[in-house]
């Protein structure tokens, strides 16, 4: 069965992701790798939404992975999806990466992303999010789909987004090792 990892960086290595440990909790920045391929997906402060060979920069040591079984379908939807984030070349959420780490009663106001003609911009954890959410649809994944449902995709961490999505996936601890 065909997976998607999301890779979760732990590691601080700036001041900025300093600060957002400090707010939001351990896990700083979350990446998808479709299972069958040596990219990742993910958006990056000061650049566009990418997608970039992942190489040997995902350790044990500075990230974190769970593996998500899902259908061809559904795994083929989310790379589509993230594929046509990158085509459109969406700019840094800057906003609401800032909103998510605030008190949720000074962001409660923020209506969430309602489809992806509505997506303006991205960051990280919300693109993730988005992905799944919009994408998912085999029965196998109804469950994480309702976990991912609570989430405003606006105000969602890296750390959120793994609390909500570690008890429908799997430590892919084999995946940072494994050859193409």
């Known amino acids: 069965m065909p997976c998607l990892f999301l890779v979760f960086k732990k590691a601080i290595q700036s001041q ?7 707010v939001a909790g351990p896990r700083i920045h979350v990446e ?3 299972g069958n391929q040596n990219v990742a997906f993910t958006a990056f402060m000061w650049e566009n939404f990418s997608v970039n060979e992942w190489g040997d920069r995902f350790t044990r040591a500075t990230h974190d992975t769970l593996s998500l079984q899902v ?3 559904d795994h083929d939807r989310v790379c589509n999806f993230m594929t046509r984030q990158v085509a459109r070349r969406v700019p840094y959420n800057y906003g609401d990466v800032l909103r998510c780490m605030l008190p949720e009663r000074t962001v409660a106001h923020c209506e969430d992303v309602a489809s992806e003609a509505a997506i303006t911009s991205l960051y990280c954890s919300q693109a993730v999010v988005l992905a799944l959410r919009f994408s ?7 469950a994480l789909r309702e976990s991912l449902a609570a989430l405003n995709s606006r105000l969602t961490t890296p750390q959120a987004l793994y609390d ?3 008890p429908h996936a799997e430590p892919a601890d084999t995946f940072i090792a494994r050859e193409f």
Not at 16 to 22: A, D, F, K, R, T
Not at 136 to 142: C, H, I, R, S, V
Request: zero cysteines; a negative charge.
């Open 136 to 142: 998912l649809e085999d029965e196998g994944t109804a």
């Open 71 to 73: 259908s061809q379908e």
């Open 164 to 166: 909500a999505v570690a």
């Open 16 to 22: 900025v992701e300093g600060l957002v440990s400090w």
């Open 32 to 34: 998808l790798v479709p």
